[in-house]
């Protein structure tokens, strides 16, 4: 059975910092690529950041300097540290995995998401 299991979300003040992990079970993990995507409320949900099978990384643009995402192929976790945090990166964050298998077909798993609040 597929999980995503997410886990170091909460309230955090302006210019504060979380880590978020996601632990991934019921796949190949190693061989997936593996991302973090948000949704605020009213908004649609967009990417946050991404990192393949083999660590290559890319950023939404407005993450890019904030945000690092990496992976531990050892523990199937994969981590989002947030840093310079500000009000409107509030949103739900999910764990996306994913494996292309080419043209339009893939497998994909997403958690059920972690709420993040920067407020003060």
């Known amino acids: 059975q597929v999980q995503l299991a997410e886990s170091g979300g909460g309230l955090v003040q302006p210019g504060g910092s979380l880590r978020l992990s996601c632990a991934a079970s019921?796949?190949?993990?190693?061989?997936?690529?593996m991302g973090w995507y948000r949704q605020a409320p009213g908004k649609q949900r967009e990417m946050v950041a991404g990192i393949s099978g083999g660590g290559k990384t890319n950023y939404a643009d407005s993450m890019k300097g904030r945000f690092t995402i990496s992976r531990d192929n050892a523990k199937n976790t994969v981590y989002l540290q947030m840093n310079s945090l500000k009000p409107e990166d509030t949103a739900i964050y999910y764990c996306n995995a994913r494996y292309s298998v080419g043209g339009d077909s893939a497998y994909e798993y997403w958690g059920q998401g972690t709420q993040v609040t920067v407020s003060s």
């Open positions: 019921g796949f190949m993990f190693s061989i997936f690529a």
